[in-house]
């Protein structure tokens, strides 16, 4: 009876290990309605244009999102962050999800600051 009860764990152990692979497997497969790495392929050139113009801009992106270091953003790369579309950002850092809230939340919070250190503005609104 314990032999049948090991062979039936045996079993299972190995079932259990061909589901894992088998539904690894279909995480690659594309959902429906998603892009293929064709078409994906095709569309980053596009996406890349406007990180051309700034020197490093894509390299302290990459920086932030993978190391968490968002103060070498430039305010420069900034503009060009908040002047592209979001599927982009999908293109270009498929594995975060939140790469385009995260960038453009912290480019949003240097153009605060930026602003409130303006001396035109601060003249403006300096109390009397």
């Given at each position: 009876?314990?032999?049948?009860?090991?062979?039936?764990?045996?079993?299972?152990?190995?079932?259990?290990?061909?589901?894992?692979?088998?539904?690894?497997?279909?995480?690659?497969?594309?959902?429906?309605?998603?892009?293929?790495?064709?078409?994906r392929n095709?569309?980053?050139?596009?996406?890349?244009?406007?990180?051309?113009?700034?020197?490093?801009?894509?390299?302290?992106?990459?920086?932030?999102?993978?190391?968490?270091?968002?103060?070498?953003?430039?305010?420069?790369?900034?503009?060009?962050?908040?002047?592209?579309d979001k599927?982009?950002?999908?293109?270009?850092?498929?594995?975060?999800?939140?790469?385009?809230?995260?960038?453009?939340?912290?480019?949003?919070?240097?153009?605060?600051?930026?602003?409130?250190?303006?001396?035109?503005?601060?003249?403006?609104?300096?109390?009397?």
């Amino acid at each position: 009876m314990a032999r049948i009860s090991r062979q039936v764990h045996a079993i299972l152990l190995a079932l259990a290990c061909m589901e894992a692979l088998v539904l690894c497997g279909f995480a690659r497969d594309n959902p429906v309605g998603t892009l293929t790495d064709d078409q994906r392929n095709a569309a980053i050139p596009d996406c890349l244009a406007p990180f051309r113009t700034v020197v490093g801009c894509l390299d302290s992106i990459n920086d932030a999102l993978s190391r968490g270091d968002f103060l070498h953003i430039a305010p420069d790369c900034c503009k060009v962050v908040t002047s592209i579309d979001k599927e982009c950002f999908s293109f270009l850092f498929p594995m975060s999800s939140s790469a385009p809230s995260i960038i453009v939340g912290f480019c949003d919070i240097i153009e605060r600051k930026k602003a409130a250190r303006h001396p035109l503005l601060n003249e403006a609104f300096k109390h009397p």
